[in-house]
């Protein structure tokens, strides 16, 4: 299904960074560049927080996952270039 969502596998900047802006506080842009792991923790700190925004503990999660998805766009140029320079190359 990859192949068919990402002709060549290649990621593009732009669409991460649509991504970032429209779901980046679960991490989608981070699954779409391949950081499987961290787009799980990002998420599930993410909707974890939501039952627990009244209580301290759910806004500090707010504001783990909002200062990681705002030095994630700093980051997304760098991850695409990496998923993309691990694709093999076509003649």
Do not use: C, K, Q
Request: glycine share 14%; aromatic share 8%.
């Amino acid at each position: 299904m990859d192949a068919v969502l990402f002709p060549g596998g290649r990621r593009s900047v732009g669409l991460a960074y649509v991504i970032w802006a429209l779901f980046g506080l679960v991490g989608l842009h981070r699954l779409y560049l391949g950081r499987n792991l961290s787009a799980a923790g990002m998420a599930a700190i993410t909707i974890l927080s939501i039952p627990l925004i009244w209580s301290g503990l759910g806004l500090l999660g707010f504001v783990a996952t909002g200062t990681w998805a705002l030095a994630d766009a700093l980051l997304i140029p760098g991850m695409a270039r990496e998923v993309n320079e691990a694709l093999p190359a076509t003649a």
